[in-house]
């Protein structure tokens, strides 16, 4: 590899990198914990109330029958709870291994074997790019491309692709599977203080309205998603349309056809648009950028201004995560290293085939860039490529080009040596040593 | 790395806990299971018989619905101790690669950038495709790079990709010991080999030869008139071709009981792989590696670095100091295969020099910046800084590296 990394800068580049490989399937993990949790204490109380039961008739005089019957209950529920317990189980273990197997692909990077380093380098390239591409909406070629590195273990493909589900469903004005997600992560949702689950049923009692279901409208539990009063009114304020849900609700359940303006714009179909982009910013990745928004720059849509503000989202994926470091990473950090004047020199003539900024589309890409700082010379010859210093001293020729001594030597024929750049021909002796501090 | 040992000490632990609690677990609701099972069979029994309920019939099933309610309780009460350590993995996941302050993660990353980087974002996103495109097709992986330009709707001409899909089908060849396709391309670009002081065309030729040699005695003519190939590098390998021919003597042998049973080491075929790809991506005007995959791993290197400073910066509060536009305020230390231009850092001023404030060579042979040289004239003379040598002006020649 043409860089080289010290043991040093790699964990420290781990430490920037590689929080959300680690940290997602741990969330799953503390999801599936609880879920377990709760399952295996509703069969728990399921057991105990049915043989609450049995010890109550046992304690009068009951028939065998009934005894029997009552018994056969509590033996349904047993095998319940075994069966969902070891189904727990199970899924809790997955998790836990694949945060294991993480940890191991983590560990290689600092195994001895050259080989395996630049292995497990290449493997974090594809591992970004695979993040990036999912954040950009390509989920094919990031499938593709995850199964042909084999890092399908690594990467969270699976999360994207439930997000994408969510947001398919959004953009065809359903609200059913953004709202069984939101139960999903309602207690992570809950800790961010967001406010999408109500978006969503206002959506939903607008949509209802539109189809004029009035009563079934009225029946969308509004207040029951929203986590306190309190939010309920910032909520309000931030809403520029509707001054209150109840005015909406009775305005439009009454049939009042003087709706007035507010509601008006509060049933055209670009509200769906905040929607669809807070579930994005809720859920993770560059969703919103994808929308052309970032959470960075800022709202643009009342929703969002409640969205922008948790930058931890539920399953602690950075906002504009991995996929945006894949663009930081090459786009701004990795380019002005090697950035030069000389990869913008207008005739072309001082490009190197090596330079990455020399090549084409970086190039564009790195222009707004800042400058490589270099406090040192570093002279490279322009024959060889090799280094110049005291083993390969600069000489110049009487045309002003330097090159290196030994690359003057390779070309030499017959004591003469012909410029590369400008084709002069010079005697070898008239070329000068450079002393270069 | 330490903390990643930590995290996966924890989590060792939790899988551990899982193990037991669901064996355990499972144990003890077949005991149970097993146990009613039993009871329920006496009962039915004492149910076809007609007699009532007795005594100890009786107390035998409160018995066992005490058992039930203790057991499944305390499986719920386990299952919720494992709890701690779930969460223990979690902190320490936390404590080994978290940032501070991870939720401004986001802003701190984009701190370390400018904002400029962030306006034509639609544009910068079409280039960058591109670039993954070209990484792609560097890379080989040819049908995925398809699948992106398809996704992407981008339009990625023949001809650029003609070089690649020709040149991954000789690699693949290579990789299945199939040296055909690939003699016929260092043949056809032959002269441009030359040029390039690329010894291909002769090592293809060698190994098909030692690959005949591994034939045995049986090959022995086909490899002698294949030798014939080598009388154009006659001149460049003379040594390699000795090498070859004396091998010959130890056909009959076996060529892995003689002294040159080093020339059929299998690295050989790893070795013109990569000497093939260096070859032909030199002719094509390509790097070796990517574009990307350099620019990845140097920013994978800068970043932490950025991060660190700006955090300095801010600490003690100069943040004039960074001025996002010119200049990165730190050196990044890549590596000498990264110096892919020269760079002159006027020794006086400690700036780079530039075409507007270029390097000049006193005559002494000392290099200078044009600026430095401008501050150090001294009423039409100049000094030298290096050595006491005084020249004029104008004789400072302009360098160019």
Known sequence: MAVQESAAQLSMTLKVQEYPTLKVPYETLNKRFRAAQKNIDRETSHVTMVVAELEKTLSGCPAVDSVVSLLDGVVEKLSVLKRKAVESIQAEDESAKLCKRRIEHLKEHSSDQPAAASVWKRKRMDRMMVEHLLRCGYYNTAVKLARQSGIEDLVNIEMFLTAKEVEESLERRETATCLAWCHDNKSRLRKMKSCLEFSLRIQEFIELIRQNKRLDAVRVPARRSFPSTSELTVHMALERRAPSTGLEASSLASGSTGAGKTCKKA?????????????????????????????VQGPSGPCTVADADPAVPVRQLPTTPAGKQFCVHPHPAGWPLSHQDTCYKEDGSSKSPDCPVCSRSLNKLAQPLPMAHCANSRLVCKISGDVMNENNPPMMLPNGYVYGYNSLLSIRQDDKVVCPRTKEVFHFSQAEKVYIM | MEQCACVERELDKVLQKFLTYGQHCERSLEELLHYVGQLRAELASAALQGTPLSATLSLVMSQCCRKIKDTVQKLASDHKDIHSSVSRVGKAIDRALSLLLRQNFDSEICGVVSDAVW?????????????IVEHLYQQGMLSVAEELCQESTLNVDLDFKQPFLELNRILEALHEQDLGPALEWAVSHRQRLLELNSSLEFKLHRLHFIRLLAGGPAKQLEALSYARHFQPFARLHQREIQVMMGSLVYLRLGLEKSPYCHLLDSSHWAEICETFTRD???????????????????????????????????????????????????????????WYHSVFACPILRQQTSDSNPPIKLICGHVISRDALNKLINGGKLKCPYCPMEQNPADGKRIIF
């Open chain 2, 119 to 131: 306006d034509a974002r639609e544009q910068q996103q079409q280039i960058l495709q591109m670039a």
């Open chain 1, 267 to 295: 049933l055209q179909p670009s509200r769906r648009e905040p929607a669809g982009r807070g579930a994005p910013g809720h859920g993770h990745a560059g969703l919103p950028a994808r929308h052309a928004h970032l959470p």
């Open chain 2, 280 to 338: 032909a991506c030199s002719l094509l005007g390509l790097s070796v590696e990517s574009p990307l995959s350099v620019s990845f791993a140097s920013g994978c290197v800068a970043l932490p670095v950025l991060m660190n400073i700006k955090a300095v910066i801010e600490q003690r509060q100069c943040t004039g100091v960074w001025n996002h536009k010119d200049e990165l305020p730190i050196e990044i230390e890549l590596g000498m295969k990264c």
